[in-house]
Antibody, heavy 123, light 108 residues
């Protein structure tokens, strides 16, 4: 059974760096064609994929946020960490991590999601 | 501005058939399957349709998907009150997952 859970601060101040941890079970990030991604959703708005880290440690970032994002993995702890620098109130959102698998005609798609964690950016 | 385009809202009465559209471009629709997610308020999205028209185990066959060119659609037949939710389409584009803006389905 695949499960994922996000953890991190619920409140950060503008200009601070956000660090979120995704702790997962039921799969290994050493397995070929497996990835973990971070997706966010501002209140009342749409989903936005932020970053993906692949089984081989390859990484992909949202072009609009690439300069602010870093994604890393610790396979021994079954964790993926996302850092986002220079936080702004517009970054207030629910942040989800999700399990992803590769399909030749789909790319990497998300099939299992964490419950999400709401991060508010305010002074 | 989302990469994929969906109508912001849709509605129907119980028992009706409702269709939600999703459009994109050749870079995301051209060679790839489309995925659909269902999201209830305060909860995480749930995979509803994969590979454009396949249902994961447990998803009722009232839900179906299709894709043609740079458009896709999600159809819900025999609409039920519990189908009231937000629906998102998703595709693969330039090595990242992209989503539609979401459609809020209201069951009247």
């Amino acid at each position: 059974q695949i499960t994922l859970k996000e953890s991190g601060p619920t409140l950060v101040k503008p200009t601070q760096t956000l660090t979120l941890t995704c702790t997962f079970s039921g799969f290994s990030l050493n397995t070929s064609r497996v990835a973990v991604g971070w997706i966010r959703q501002p209140p009342g708005e749409a989903l936005e994929c932020l970053a993906l880290i692949y089984w081989n440690d390859d990484k992909r970032y949202s072009p609009s946020l690439q300069s602010r994002l870093t994604i890393t993995k610790d396979t021994s702890k079954n964790q993926v960490v996302l850092t986002m620098t220079n936080m702004d109130p517009v970054d207030t959102a629910t942040y989800y991590c999700a399990h992803s698998v590769y399909d030749f005609w789909s790319g990497y798609y998300f099939d299992y999601w964490g419950q999400g964690t709401l991060v508010t950016v305010s002074s | 501005q989302s990469v994929l385009t969906q109508p912001p809202s849709a509605s129907g009465t119980p028992g009706q058939r409702v269709t939600i559209s999703c459009s994109g471009s050749s870079s995301n629709f051209g060679s790839y399957y489309i995925y659909w997610y269902q999201q209830f308020p305060g909860t995480a999205p749930k995979l509803l349709i994969y590979r454009s028209n396949q249902r994961p185990s447990g998803v009722p066959d009232r839900f179906s998907g299709s894709k043609s060119g740079t458009s896709a659609s999600l159809s819900i037949s025999g609409l039920r009150s519990e189908d009231e939710a937000d629906y998102y389409c998703a595709a693969w584009d330039d090595s990242l997952r992209v989503f539609g803006g979401g459609t809020k389905l209201t069951v009247l």
